[in-house]
């Protein structure tokens, strides 16, 4: 895959027309159409890049996964598939474990401001989410929407209506959802709707917006509106090596692309969520909730597990519990984040 990737590039390149003298081109890969709403905040940034560089500096991007896959794109970025591209290292298997359970330490923070905020805190305070992403220069994080349930053809209206369900669900849902009886597997976002379409998940622990984003309404008949804490994560990356090669002036106007893009990613997902609700609502998804003390129960179970997870870390070497300390403090209110100091 990644050589078949590498080889498109090339081909691409070979084809496109020399650059005019004194401009940059950096490549962008994502595994989303243009009309995305991940993409249209990316369109946005790009669109910035080049106003603020004068035209010196361009992105080419390169929609849909035809360069960068869903489940390797950080390491395909290490290597150069791409210059920059969207990563999601929640999902890798290996080498991203603290970025992979740190979200999960978000309960109390609903707005995707306040997530990266909170991310923020905890990758600059935290020497192994800064291993973790060694050979790359993070140009954005990323938060969302709160999640949900949606579901096929079972109606979930209590947390007891779980038992039995297998859904898709990220990293730090897994022991939640297990220890209410469910299924859990983690894919890629964008696996999602074939599994469900075929019947191999019975649904995903996902946001109202992906009924229009991506279709689920035509797979799926029920959403229950739990609220889920979400946490936020690195999600856009320029290759450590080609950052290095650019100017002192591009690099500098990249830096400060970063709050460009983190801002238009949290007004794309907060529109798509209002689009998500109309779409569900065109396509008959029926809507519930699960009552009070459920939801009480629930939110007991996740900060547990997000901690047993935390501590699980050390047999790994890596001082989770203190990043999940640090989490805690930092969450000063409802949806309020003051980083507090390391412990």
Known sequence: M?????????????????????????????????????????????????????????????????????????EEIRHGVADIGLITPIYVRGGTHLIRVQSGFYSGVESVEAQVALYQCLARHSPQIQRELEGVKVLAAQGGLLPGIVTRTRQVKTLDDIK????????????????LGADPINMPMGEVYSAMAKGVIDGVVAPVDTFRALHFGEVASYFNSISIPRGAYPARAIGAERWNSLSAEHRRILEESIAVWEAALAEEVRAAAEQGLNTARKEN????????????????????????????????????RSVFSLARRSVVGPDQVECGDPA
């Open 164 to 179: 039995g369900l297998r859904l898709r669900a990220p990293t730090e849902l897994m022991r939640v959802l297990e220890n």
């Open 2 to 74: 990644r050589l078949f990737a590498a080889l498109l590039l090339l081909l691409v390149t070979a084809c496109s027309r020399p650059l005019p003298e004194g401009v940059t081109e950096l490549t962008y890969g994502t595994p989303y159409s243009p009309s995305h709403p991940f993409s249209r905040a990316d369109i946005r940034w790009m669109e910035y890049v080049e106003e603020k560089s004068g035209g010196t500096l361009r992105i080419r991007p390169i929609w849909s996964g035809a360069l960068l896959s869903s489940d390797m794109s950080l």
């Open 285 to 320: 998804v029926v809507m519930t909730r699960i009552p009070a003390a459920d939801q009480v129960r629930f939110d007991r179970l996740y900060l547990r597990d997000a901690e047993e997870n935390a501590v699980a870390l050390e047999r790994l070497g890596i001082d989770g």
